[in-house]
């Protein structure tokens, strides 16, 4: 990581599609995974932008599915890895994942638990607005909940 790891990953992610895509996602995801820092790193050498861009342009579920799970655990860690995520319009993008019927039970489960690990600590309010009107009571819930803990001033 230390070396520029995490750039030549990420610029694989962004030159690659389909299944030769998903060992960077994966890779992307586990070091994400691993520590608060490290997901930081991710996110400032914009592997969250790649990771959102192979989420929309992915037409197989599994590839999809490992690029929800990738951004989950990029924005799991604290408020400012969630806004950053929550920056790059992953929500909606997760949401419809989990929404759609044709999506595999594998990528509804991912897109949901990502959606869950960023809701959880998201507070960054104009990303979670458009959530309100198309997110099921299990969903809403958790954005109702970020919500309450942002205090509004008169």
């Not at 992610?13 to 586990?30: A, C, E, Q």
């Not at 790193?41 to 037409?59: D, H, P, Y």
Request: aromatic share 4%; proline share 5%; glycine share 6%.
């Amino acid at each position: 990581v230390n070396a520029g790891g995490v750039a030549a990953v990420i610029d694989y992610v962004g030159d690659s599609t389909g299944n030769v895509r998903l060992p960077g996602i994966m890779m992307l995801g586990y070091i994400s995974a691993h520590s608060e820092n490290l997901a930081m790193a991710v996110i400032v050498s914009k592997g969250v932008v790649q990771l959102a861009i192979a989420l929309q342009e992915e037409s197989e579920d599994h590839i999809q599915a490992a690029a929800a799970w990738a951004l989950g655990q990029s924005g799991r860690h604290t408020p400012e890895h969630a806004k950053a995520v929550a920056q790059a319009n992953v929500l909606p993008t997760l949401l419809a994942c989990y929404l759609r019927p044709g999506s595999s039970e594998d990528l509804q489960t991912k897109a949901k638990k990502a959606l869950k690990n960023i809701l959880q600590k998201c507070v960054h309010l104009p990303a979670l607005e458009p959530l309100l009107h198309d997110a099921p009571p299990n969903i809403l819930k958790h954005v109702v909940a970020q919500f309450s803990k942002v205090n509004f001033c008169c």
